[in-house]
């Protein structure tokens, strides 16, 4: 981006934030619908508990028409997927996809092979390394096979490299680590990649914000990166996990130059576990300053996420500070987008302004276009990001209100509806006037309405 332009977006989010205009966007404009229009995902984690009355109403209305991406917080780990060798436990994964794939929402699958959360069972194994391979072989199998097609990437090592800044693997507390040796990386890529050819495949980390710096986590993980292309490796993506604080003011530009770096080789990174915490205990002394603050800092990754074309997805380790892991379990705290009375934050408006500053005509993405878009078979379809906008000067206009679309213009139209993988969900043709569009769940969806030659094709929300 150009530094005018920098300068006066950062000017426009500021005018924003100042005068309070929380939320000044058009209803139907959500971070989901101008993520899309960019073939970019947005994302926000889902912990079974927390849908189908088992949380606040607003949780659910929130997480589906805001974001097209989910992730587990907990439920395809190994200690969830695996509890009994060799006895798997899909119920609340499965929960979870039904509920992204009513909602048209893509599907990170989080984490396959990592130190943390393995059962008491694979330590019964430690340090004995055929057993361990295939114990981890059976576990990728399994998990990645159980949800072939369904999840669309898997983070399959997490956390692997030391805190030390040795550029070095963690090899202590790491049963993998310690049982098998480090080419328990490679056999995890590999295996991963032989059960779901199709599914993404990332390394996923912490502190690798920090920088490339000399042995800094970042540039051991490039390297590293750079050494699986070389052999073949099937790794796709790097996931950033990017849980920071709010003084930490330098990460944005250092999560650009990873993104650069990986460009390189031909490798995705995304932002995979984003919250930007104050220190816990301080929420009564925050004011409108800081929550400014956090929102610019928000802003930034944004910037950099839609800025660099190797980014795909842009993921956030919660939604409201009602329920967030940084007050239950690290010093900090309204880390999140909406509070915990699920009003949006400034954040949420500083990305929704990111987001509307860089237009969908400028931004690259590693996705096709095919992922975002409905099947279009009329003229002026095609596979370009403009696929979506009226292909006609619009002689008409539909508007959508509860499920009762209105169509103002149109002297018979043919009507279709879309979820956002572009499957039909509904079609209706004469309709005059209006027409009740019953049997679609809630959520996000694309309508199609064509008279004649002419077409409109715009996103509504069914509420
Ligand atoms: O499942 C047990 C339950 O049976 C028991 O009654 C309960 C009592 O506390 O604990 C439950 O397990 C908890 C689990 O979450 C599921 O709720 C664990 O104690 C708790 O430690 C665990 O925390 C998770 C943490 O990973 C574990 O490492 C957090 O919710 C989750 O947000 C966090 O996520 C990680 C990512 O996977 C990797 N990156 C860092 C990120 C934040 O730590």
Redo the contacts with the bound molecule.
Sequence with gaps: MSSTKTISTIAFSTVLLCTGLTSAFAADETLRSLAEERHRYIGA?L?SEWFYGNIEAEFEQIHKTQFNAVVA??EM?F??TEPNENTFSYDKGDKMVKYAQENGMRVRG??LA?H??VPGWVNNYSGQKEKLLSVLKNHIDSVVGHWKGKVAEWDVV??AVNDEYDAGWRSSNSVWYEGIGPEFLDSAFVWAHAADPDAELCY?D?SLEWGLREKSKASFVVEQVKRWKENGIPITCVGT?T?IEISHETTPQNVRALAKALAELDVTLNIT?LDIGFPKGSADQLGAADYAKQGHLYRQFMDVFLEEPNMGEFVI?GLTDAHS?LD???GKTQGLLYDKQYKPKPAYDSIMVSLKAHPASEVKSPYPSSQFNPPCEGDGCGDSPDAVVPVTASKFSAQISGRALFIAGAKSAKVDVFDMQGRPVFSAKNVKGSVELQGIAEGLYVVRVRDGSASLTKRITIR
């Design positions: 984690i912990n917080e907990n780990k200690d969830a989080h984490a990592w943390s959360q997490n956390e996923n912490y996990q849980h576990e380790w892991w239950d379990q690290q």
